[in-house]
Structures are given as C-alpha cells and as structure tokens.
C-alpha cells in the first residue's frame, strides 16, 4: 500500500544522526506505522493507555528532579535519577515545541533491572505513541514497562483504538484519511 | 488478477514512478539553472542594506554576508533557532515551519531563516548583537580529560584570528558528518577562557548520552584537527554594580563562571565574589587547584565544592548536599547580591525558588539554563 509521504518523512527524522547520535528506530526492520500499532495493541491488551504510561514514566522522574541529579528511591522500589544537558530537541512528529535533553535513569530494585526514558520519549509515547523501534537505545517496551514500573490504568479508559481522540494508524489505512500532522495537531 | 495484468500494473507503476523522478530532478535543475531571480536587497532593521544573488535561503544569504543567525541542524528545518521576524518579502510561511511558531510569531511574520527563499526583496529584523557574529575556523590545540565525562578543549583560532567576547557567553560548535550522522550539526559550548585571551577559547564538554556533537568530541576529535565555530551568542555575563557577587554552577556549568571570574578579577576585589560547585562526588570535581590559587589571589573571592554524594572511602572535609542546600546554610540573606547561576534546568528552578524565597527580586538573577 503506497504510503503518506509524511510518514517517509518522520522515519527520516528518525535516523541516525538525525536528531540523535543512534537515531529512534533501532534495527527494528518494520514500517513506523507498524511498530506503532503493534505496540498500540499490546498497551491495550494490558488494559491501559499510553497516557497512563506517560503519566507513570512523568511520576517517577519529578520524584527525582528535587535531587537535581543524584540517585533517589521512590516508593522503596526504584532508584531514579535525571540527568540533564545542555539544548532541547524538537519532536520528529513536528509536534510543536522543544522537549529538553533529560534522560531518566530507574533501576527496579527488587529484580535489578534498569530501564532508562527521554522527555522527549515520553512526549512521543502520550502524543504519537511512540516506543521507538527495536534495538534502539531508548526503546520501551509496553510489557516491560507495564511489568517493572505498573502503571495504573487511568478510571476512564480510552478506546483502544484511540489515543486522545487520534485514530490509531490503523484507522488511518482504513480511510480516515489521517496524516502525520493531523494526529500533531491534537496530541 | 491475472499474471499477465500484474506485470502490466507493475511496469505501468514503474514507468510512472520512473517519469515523476525524472520530472522532480528537472524541477531541481530548473531552480539552480534557469531560474534567475536576480540581485535581490535584504533591508535589515530598516537601515542596513545586502544586494544578494536570488534564489538561495535568507539564513545563507545572511551568512554569505558575516551575518549568523543561530542554527544547531544545518538548515534542516528542525531546531528552530534560526527565527527572523519577516516584515514584507518573504512569502507565504511553510509547512515544515508551522509546527515551530506560535500564534503569536505567525502574526508579527517571524520564519524560520533556513525555509525562507530570496526572490525578491526582502525586509527582515533581527537583534542588532547578531552583528557580532562570526564563523571561525580553528585548529585544535589541545584536549584534556578534566573527569571521567568532561573534557577540556582549547581552539586556536586561525581565520578571524581573534575574538572578541564577553565572559559568560557561548559559541556553536559544528560537528562534521561523522559514522551515522550524514550532515552536519551545531551545539552550543559556553566559553571558559577569559576575554582577554582573544587568539583562542576554551570549551569545557561534558558527554551527552546519545549526543551527537559530544560523541563526535569525545571519540573522534584529536588536536591538530580543524573546526568551524560561530558566536559568540547569550546575555549571561557579569553585570557592572556594586553588589556581592554569587556564582553557582554544576557539572560544564563551570565554564562561563570560569571565564568571568578570570576575565573580572578587579571586579572581583571589589565586589567580593563566591562560588558554589555542587558535584555529586569527588571524581566529579574538577579545576580545584585553579580555584585555590584564584582564591589565595583574590581575598574576597570563596570557592564552595558541595558534595551530595561523597563516597564513604573517599577523603573530604568540605561541603556536603545539594548545591541549594549549602546555599541556604551558607548565604545569610539575598540583600545587596547579584546571583549567576548556570547549570541544569533542575538545578536553575531549584536555586531560583532558594534565592526568592530569600527574598532575591529575578532581576538580581542571571542564568545560563542550557536550554
């Protein structure tokens, strides 16, 4: 099926040296709009949302913010630090705004796994939901993060096909006629 | 379908994929060679007055003519720090550029330089200090390791020989296509040498995590090599009063603080100066040796290392918490001072809610946020 050259674009943006040194989709070989349905429909199936996740992965770093860098535990379960650098990066979806360079840094304490996330990761999961592709650096998995971090699945569930109010891909290929910049507009 | 009637729908795609192809590329050439839009004039600020060939972007123009608005990606359309306010003569405003303007720049005409086109006269403004702007060419003279992720590299420059600069401000890196990275991309280095010293400048780099420019830094960078910078950018230098001056900083954040304290040493007897360094742990101090001969120099100057973290097996008798911790056991009150802070946007917010609860009005604070 021909594709929005949008989407051709946003890929683009997604390369190495890009935006970022390792670019956002990894070696992950599938289209963007497959990996974000795939990982579309395992976030539903865990009965939650991205907003849900983007709001967990939120919690745990402002927890960690008042230390201004050093290590804390939160929820005597994980140990969190932010680590911030100079500059902002823009989305590659053109959502406007600039996210800042921090990366988040949790080691789950009882099984010592580590899991690390970008705020502009975290943008990109609420507003486009986006985990990044397979083998890059800040890929999140849905399942890992639902099994080490728990988020808890907001009161009012969303269509699963939906995210705020954004038809999934999916229902773009069905004729929804939805571009990129459409789902920018209001994510 | 048959076989025979997907052969034919795929050659008829081919051949028409084939033919927008073609028809692209002759638009491409059409637009370099035969499009001729002339001399143009760029009225800039109403006075000043560049005749340019047509048909290249306002932010090359520009450049072609010593003047660098900030750019970091190259003129790609996606860092957004090349805005010009566009008064008549630039056309309509972009796609790629909608995402990057508010309401509120979309209707004073401010665009994104690198997307705007020279066809015709064009009348822009901008701030009057990006006169000052230059690109530099320099050659490498020396790195070193100041931690285990910073690092210390001293440009000699080559072509304008000398800079002239205010302690406090920064400059952009520009970091060559490298492994993965196909164009080239600026970043933005706070100046750490004092402004004295005008045939060189000092960067002090810490490595950035999937950092593009600081990965290029610290594995492909050698001394001897050349490099493109412009500047020098920012309003972050000393301000001339009276008042206490307290300087505070964290990881790189040291580096403009560097630069004042050695470009304003008389303002420093005069004034009196101190300087909190928040660092987790002894392996992420840094400078120290220069600090204490700065302070034996100067009697009125205090450095200030505050450790959140020291390890148990690691000798120190200095400071211990968060950077706004010793501050507030440090610092009696916020009258007659002047505060300098650069460091993390965390640690800005932190010590500027500190100094106003203090009782310090925002306009006797001055950061650096690195954002």
């Known amino acids: 099926m021909k594709r929005v050259p949008k989407w051709r674009d946003i890929e683009e943006m997604m390369k190495p040296g890009r935006l970022t040194r390792?670019?956002?989709?990894?070696?992950d070989p599938r289209p963007l709009e497959e990996i974000i349905e795939s990982d579309g429909a395992t976030v539903a199936r865990l009965g939650l949302t991205h907003g849900d996740i983007a709001r967990r992965l939120e919690e745990l770093t402002a927890a960690s913010m008042e230390r201004l860098g050093d290590p804390v535990i939160v929820e005597e379960t994980y140990e969190v630090r932010v680590e911030e650098a100079r500059g902002s990066l823009p989305c590659p979806f053109k959502?406007?705004?600039?996210?800042?360079k921090a990366v988040t840094y949790c080691r789950h304490l009882p099984t010592g796994e580590s899991i690390a996330w970008t705020a502009l990761g975290v943008h990109m999961i609420e507003a486009h939901g986006f985990y990044e592709g397979r083998g890059s650096p800040f890929r999140l998995d849905p399942e890992r993060i639902a099994r080490l971090l728990a988020p808890r699945a907001s009161s009012e569930k969303a269509d699963p096909a939906e995210h705020n109010g954004i038809p999934r891909p999916s229902a773009r290929r069905q004729g929804a006629g939805l571009e990129p910049d459409d789902r920018n507009a209001t994510g | 379908m048959t076989a025979e009637a997907s052969r034919y729908l795929l050659e008829s795609v081919i051949v028409l994929s084939g033919l927008a192809g073609i028809l692209a590329a002759l638009l491409v050439v059409a637009e370099a060679f035969i499009a001729d839009y002339g001399e143009c004039i760029i009225t800039i600020n109403g006075q000043k007055e560049l005749r340019v060939r047509g048909g290249d972007t306002l932010l090359n123009s520009l450049a072609a003519n010593k003047i660098f608005v900030p750019s970091a990606c190259g003129g790609r359309g996606t860092c957004a720090y090349c805005k010009v306010k566009v008064l008549e003569g630039g056309g309509p405003t972009l796609?790629?550029?909608?995402?990057?303007?508010t309401g509120k720049e979309r209707q004073e005409g401010v665009r994104l330089s690198c997307q705007v086109k020279v066809r015709r006269n064009i009348s822009i403004e901008?701030?009057?200090d990006l006169f000052n702007i230059r690109q530099y060419r320099a050659r490498v003279e020396r790195i070193r390791d100041l931690t285990y992720d910073i690092k210390e590299v001293r440009l000699a420059l080559i072509e304008p020989g000398t800079i002239r600069f205010r302690a406090g401000q920064y400059i952009q890196l520009r970091t060559p296509p490298?492994?993965?990275v196909r164009e080239p991309v600026y970043r933005a280095y706070s100046i750490s040498s004092p402004s004295q010293e005008t045939d060189a400048i000092e960067l002090v780099i810490r490595l950035v995590p999937n950092g593009i420019c600081?990965?290029?830094?610290f594995n492909y960078l050698e001394a001897g090599q050349e490099v493109l910078f412009s500047g020098p950018f920012g309003n972050f230098y000393l301000r001339d009063t009276a008042a206490e001056m307290i300087f505070v900083a964290g990881g790189s954040g040291f580096a403009p603080i560097k630069s004042i304290l050695l470009s304003a040493p008389e303002a420093v007897d005069r004034r009196g100066g101190r300087f909190f360094f928040g660092a987790r742990s002894v392996r992420d101090l840094f400078y120290l040796e220069l600090m204490r001969d700065y302070a034996s120099a100067h009697p009125r100057f205090e450095f200030i290392p505050a450790l959140s973290e020291p390890h148990p097996?690691?000798?120190?008798h200095g400071e211990t918490g968060l950077v706004?911790?010793?501050?507030?056991?440090?610092?009696?009150d916020a009258s007659n001072k002047e505060f300098y802070l650069c460091g993390s946007p965390g640690m800005i917010q932190a010590c500027v809610r500190l100094l106003r609860s203090m009782g310090a009005s925002d306009e006797v604070i001055f950061f650096d946020s690195f954002a």
Not at chain 1, 22 to 27: F, N, P, V
Not at chain 1, 95 to 100: E, F, N, S, T
Request: avoid cysteine.
């Open chain 2, 324 to 332: 706004t911790e010793v501050m507030a056991r440090r610092l009696a």
């Open chain 2, 178 to 180: 490298y492994g993965n």
């Open chain 2, 313 to 316: 097996d690691e000798p120190w």
């Open chain 2, 95 to 101: 796609p790629v550029e909608e995402p990057y303007l």
């Open chain 2, 214 to 217: 600081t990965t290029w830094v």
């Open chain 1, 22 to 27: 390792d670019g956002m989709l990894g070696s």
């Open chain 2, 126 to 128: 901008i701030p009057e």
């Open chain 1, 95 to 100: 959502h406007p705004g600039r996210w800042r």
